[in-house]
């Protein structure tokens, strides 16, 4: 009798030992895994610059679904001014509005952010982006440079995501 007990408490403590050490592993995967706040920043305006590109011979419903997909980056009451042309405007809506109205050539244009810098603010969970906006010619027409800016992008966390809150104008290169 007493050998059963020490067995049935070797194994408790075997099985103990195994989870404990599975929560052990568990957590420094969740963390060595995990993606920081920058890069989660970073992540989002790679594919703002894919979505805002427009493909050549690109239809009105293509369009459409871009703006529409652009809505989802965006707060709600985002606050949004690249300089001219584009005239400032305030509200996810009418900024998923002015995408869609962008006139573009058929050859399309690609836009891409370099020289992106992001700072976290862990206490607002607020992030400021700064980069250079550049809107090229289509790849079919050979690419060519057609506008670059220095932006600033006020991101806020909400609801776990990280959304456009502001875009400002800076300065010309």
Same mark, same amino acid.
Do not use: H
């Given at each position: ?41 970073? +992540?989002?305006?790679?594919?703002? *610059?894919?979505? #805002?590109?427009? $493909?050549? =011979? ?5 369009? /459409?679904? !871009?703006?529409? +997909?652009?809505?989802?980056?965006? *707060?709600?009451? #985002?606050?949004? $001014?690249? =300089? ?5 405007? /305030?509200? !996810? ?33 607020q992030a400021l982006a700064t980069f250079t906006a ?40």
């Amino acid at each position: 009798m007493t050998d059963n007990r020490s067995v049935d408490a070797e194994r408790t403590t075997s099985v103990g030992r195994v989870r404990g050490l599975t929560a052990v592993l568990l957590t420094a995967v969740t963390v060595g895994c995990g993606v920081s706040d920058e890069e989660r920043v970073r +992540r989002q305006l790679d594919e703002i *610059a894919q979505i #805002v590109g427009i $493909d050549a =011979g690109e239809t009105q419903m293509i369009r /459409q679904a !871009r703006a529409t +997909r652009l809505a989802m980056y965006l *707060a709600p009451d #985002v606050d949004f $001014d690249v =300089g001219a042309p584009l005239i400032p405007v /305030q509200g !996810r809506d009418r900024v998923s509005q002015m995408a869609l109205e962008v006139r573009a050539p058929s050859s399309g244009a690609s836009v891409a952010f370099d020289d992106v810098r992001v700072t976290i603010d862990p206490g607002t969970r607020q992030a400021l982006a700064t980069f250079t906006a550049r809107v090229s010619d289509g790849e079919s027409v050979g690419g060519d440079l057609r506008d670059s800016r220095t932006l600033n992008v006020v991101f806020a966390e909400i609801g776990g995501e990280w959304l456009v809150q502001q875009v400002r104008f800076v300065r010309y290169p």
